[in-house]
């Protein structure tokens, strides 16, 4: 169960960064007018935090590469997409599709699969 509070960690710090970019970015866009522009856009508190956030969540991303079986931990950052969502959903006031739901449904019900599958297998061999 330590992948799964891991790639969970993995996935929120993400988040996190996402959150702070969206933000940042809905209350002033992107300005490619100028080199000064786009150069103040990255020294803004969400985007320096956001992209802390970010990388926060790689490093975590690449000890759990090196550490366990890349056909369990790529799927399980599925978690990243559904936390996505929540946050587009809840503070962004986006609406989700019919079609978007079914595809979280089947995310959802793809991450308990892989994660039963995986104690088993664990299970099995120990």
Same mark, same amino acid.
């Given at each position: 169960m330590k992948?799964v509070?891991?790639?969970? &960690?993995s %996935?929120?710090l993400?988040t996190v *960064?996402?959150?702070l =970019?969206k =933000?940042?970015?809905?209350?002033h866009?992107?300005?490619?007018?100028s @080199?000064a522009?786009i150069? *103040?856009?990255f020294?803004? =508190?969400?985007v320096l935090?956001?992209?802390?956030g970010?990388?926060?969540?790689?490093?975590l991303?690449?000890?759990l590469l %090196?550490?366990y079986?890349?056909s &369990? @931990?790529i799927?399980?950052?599925?978690?990243t997409?559904l936390l996505n969502?929540a946050v587009?959903?809840a503070?962004f006031?986006?609406?989700m %599709?019919?079609?978007?739901?079914?595809?979280t449904?089947i995310?959802m @019900?793809? @991450? &308990?699969?892989?994660?039963?599958?995986?104690?088993t297998?664990?299970?099995?061999?120990g």
């Open positions: 992948i509070y891991l790639v969970l &960690v %996935s929120l993400s *960064g996402n959150l =970019w =933000w940042q970015f809905s209350k866009p992107l300005d490619l007018s @080199i522009s150069a *103040g856009t020294m803004s =508190w969400k935090l956001g992209g802390l970010y990388f926060c969540s790689m490093v991303f690449f000890y %090196s550490n079986k890349m &369990v @931990i799927p399980l950052q599925s978690i997409y969502l587009a959903v503070l006031k986006e609406k %599709s019919l079609g978007q739901a079914f595809g449904a995310i @019900i793809g @991450i &308990v699969v892989l994660l039963r599958a995986n104690d297998a664990a299970a099995a061999a």
